[in-house]
């Protein structure tokens, strides 16, 4: 089994920018790809973006290719999402996964943090 528990997400106007913590404890965290799926309401959960076991490598997904960074510290078992010119289509809860594909789903994934964009 693994945890992970997502956190940083608020309220913040749009063109702002946020950061994302994923906290990842009960499985070899260094092993997996990791990576961030998100559900907007009213609509099916989708993915945002993956990185590799290493850290080497990074996917996004077009919508917010250019604005968000992932990236991880396998030291601290901690990943992280920079979004950044954050638009309110970004309004979600944001989900930590374990392997996300890019139909939305995940060998595992967190509780959600909230993340509101106003304009």
């Known amino acids: 089994q693994v945890q992970l528990v997502e956190s940083g997400g608020r309220l913040v106007q749009a063109g702002g920018s946020l950061r994302l913590s994923c906290a990842v404890s009960?499985?070899?965290?260094?092993?997996?790809?990791m990576g961030w799926l998100r559900r907007a309401p009213g609509k099916d959960r989708e993915f945002v973006g993956r990185?590799?076991?290493?850290?080497?490598?990074?996917y996004y997904a077009d919508s917010v290719k250019g604005r968000f960074t992932i990236s991880r510290d396998n030291v601290k078992n901690t990943m992280y999402l920079q979004m950044n010119s954050l638009k309110p289509e970004d309004t979600a809860v944001y989900y930590c996964?374990?392997?996300?594909?890019?139909?939305?789903?995940?060998?595992?994934w967190g509780q959600g943090t909230q993340v509101t964009v106003s304009s």
């Open positions: 990185i590799s076991w290493s850290g080497g490598s990074t």
């Open positions: 009960g499985r070899t965290f260094s092993s997996n790809v």
């Open positions: 996964a374990t392997n996300p594909n890019n139909r939305g789903g995940a060998d595992y």
